[in-house]
């Protein structure tokens, strides 16, 4: 087998990726330990090497990736962006360019790339975009509305909340997230007792049925991805089975082939060494000494 699919077996084998996940999550939580200061003082030797190692790792990896699959490897959009993130760890990281110190940390983001579960989720998510716009420009089209409303209405009562156009729209997207939304309500409230409804209504839209319509959507995607793997796998057992029923039928073929027939088809019996068929020759066994001395 050519050195290349030798690679390519082995950068797709299970111990393998178990491996880079060990040598990410290790990476990240050394990433992690440096943001305390006295760990820092005591470690900063061990941590710092750790880094380069985890580093040289990722380097080594994306070289022999690059290498056992040829151009194939810029068609996998995965293995872009793992090598957009390793040439980011590769920038320099002294002067103008310290903060490419912190973006080290995405490194963890690589377990996108090499565990399957969260590769099916990014994917599903990335798949559900095109109907999530859609979501998106309903949401900001209630909030606009709702944020003029609301400015028109309460800017004299709360002007903190509802003082112009953007503190509105800020003040009711903060509401969509529950966050002190009753707090609000009630302040204006005790100026404008009807506001519930305004404001009841708000929330009703925005948080039970516009986010809901993103789950939905995501929700979706999510199953159509697990569909295509099934019709997928389900393709490539096919193609198994019915390789090795071609195979089978092959080997059937050699052996037929093997056997000498006569000229109607039938199979030529074997014969012994005195050039008798075998079945004549058990027959002439089968007589014994009793038949002979009948004759």
């Known amino acids: 087998m050519p050195s290349r699919e030798r690679l390519r077996a082995l950068l797709e084998t299970h111990r393998f990726q178990q491996f880079i996940v060990a040598v990410i999550l290790v990476n990240a939580t050394t990433l992690g330990l440096e943001t305390s200061v006295t760990l820092v003082e005591r470690y900063g030797p061990l941590l710092a090497v750790v880094d380069h190692l985890a580093l040289y790792v990722f380097v080594a990896e994306l070289v022999v990736k690059l290498y056992a699959y040829g151009w194939r ?31 080290r940390i995405l490194r963890a983001l690589r377990l996108i790339s090499v565990v399957p579960s969260l590769r099916r ?34 800017h004299l009562t709360a002007p903190e909340y509802f003082g ?50 993103f789950i939905a959507v995501v929700v ?8 295509e793997e ?17 195979t089978l039928r092959a080997e059937v073929r050699e052996l037929r082939d093997r056997v000498p027939v006569t000229p109607d088809g039938a199979p030529v019996p074997a014969v012994n060494g005195a050039g ?18 009948r004759e």
């Open 73 to 103: 490897f810029f068609r996998n959009p995965w293995n872009l962006f793992d090598a957009v993130i390793v040439t980011i760890s590769l920038l320099p990281t002294a002067g103008g360019l310290s903060v490419l110190r912190a973006l």
């Open 164 to 213: 112009d156009l953007p503190t509105s729209l800020f003040t009711l997207f903060q509401m969509m997230t529950g966050d002190a939304w009753s707090d609000i309500t009630r302040e204006v409230m005790a100026h404008h007792p009807s506001a519930w409804v305004f404001f009841v209504v708000f929330m009703l839209v925005c948080t039970f049925v516009v986010l809901n319509l």
């Open 230 to 246: 099934a019709v997928h796998a389900t393709e490539q057992l096919g193609n198994a089975v019915l390789s090795e029923l071609a």
């Open 276 to 293: 008798k068929p075998a079945t004549l020759e058990a027959a002439g066994r089968g007589r014994g000494p009793a038949s002979d001395q």
């Open 220 to 227: 979706s995607a999510m199953e159509e991805e697990h569909a």
């Open 121 to 154: 989720v990014v994917t599903a998510l990335l798949t559900a975009m095109p109907g999530m716009s859609s979501i998106v420009l309903l949401l900001a089209l209630v909030l606009y509305v709702t944020a003029v409303m609301g400015t028109k209405l309460y």
